[in-house]
């Protein structure tokens, strides 16, 4: 019973640099999230998806990239790296919206130096 | 535009007693649901308790429960009997119908103490 699985868990960047994080989900969802959490704060929507091939911004998606080929992974592109960008960042996935349960991921530690 | 609020940066707790986070949200929406989110050290997302607003009875998931009042748009966690294994973050979460987004407060940090 994976759920969502984010990978790395842990990464650090030089300045510039990019990478992907990961996630996948084994749970049939059509919506999958991807959120960041800056240290002792709430969480801010990066970018979304309601299904295969459909992306939207969230709050903050500037310096992110998403792209959702098949209903099961939904990977996040971080392009030239910078250290605002050091974060948790938080993988999600959902049957729907209104009363479905998002289920989340571990966590990605990222530090970007 | 919705929003949610929780206006308790931190709160505390002894150990066995009851405690209350609150949360206000704002949202032009007839039927909705509320979600509270745990956190702890782990940074974890666990959820705790949904309720639906378009039922008058407050939702109980063991020693969590929630006083849901839709008119004054306050869904605030009430936690009985309170263990160590509590000490966590606590979110509220709202997901709109209209935007596909959930959108979460701030956090409230819980500490307990024995």
């Known amino acids: 019973n994976a759920g969502v699985t984010q990978t790395p868990k842990f990464r650090i960047l030089k300045i510039g640099q990019s990478m992907t994080l990961q996630c996948a989900q084994d749970m049939n969802h059509n919506y999958m999230y991807w959120y960041r959490q800056d240290p002792g704060m709430g969480l801010k929507l990066i970018y979304y998806?309601?299904?295969?091939?459909?992306?939207d911004k969230g709050e903050v998606p500037n310096g992110y990239n998403v792209s959702r080929s098949t209903t099961e992974d939904f990977p996040l592109r971080l392009e030239l790296a910078a250290p605002s960008q050091t974060s948790v960042y938080f993988c999600?996935?959902?049957?729907?919206?209104?009363?479905?349960?998002?289920?989340f991921g571990e966590g990605s530690w990222l530090t970007v130096v | 535009a919705q929003t949610v609020t929780q206006s308790q940066p931190e709160m505390s707790v002894q150990e066995a007693e009851t405690v209350t986070l609150s949360c206000t949200y704002d949202t032009s929406e007839s039927d909705y649901y509320l979600f509270w989110y745990k956190q702890p050290p782990s940074r974890q997302m666990i959820l705790v308790i949904r309720q639906e607003a378009y039922k008058q009875q407050n939702a109980t998931e063991n020693r969590f429960s929630v006083n849901f009042q839709k008119a004054a748009k306050s869904f605030s966690l009430k936690i009985s009997d309170s263990q160590l294994g509590d000490a966590a973050m606590y979110f509220c979460a709202f997901p709109s119908y209209n935007t596909d987004k959930l959108i979460f407060g701030t956090g409230t940090r819980l500490q307990v103490f024995p």
């Open positions: 999600a996935s959902s049957y729907g919206t209104a009363g479905n349960t998002i289920y």
């Open positions: 998806s309601v299904g295969a091939g459909i992306t």
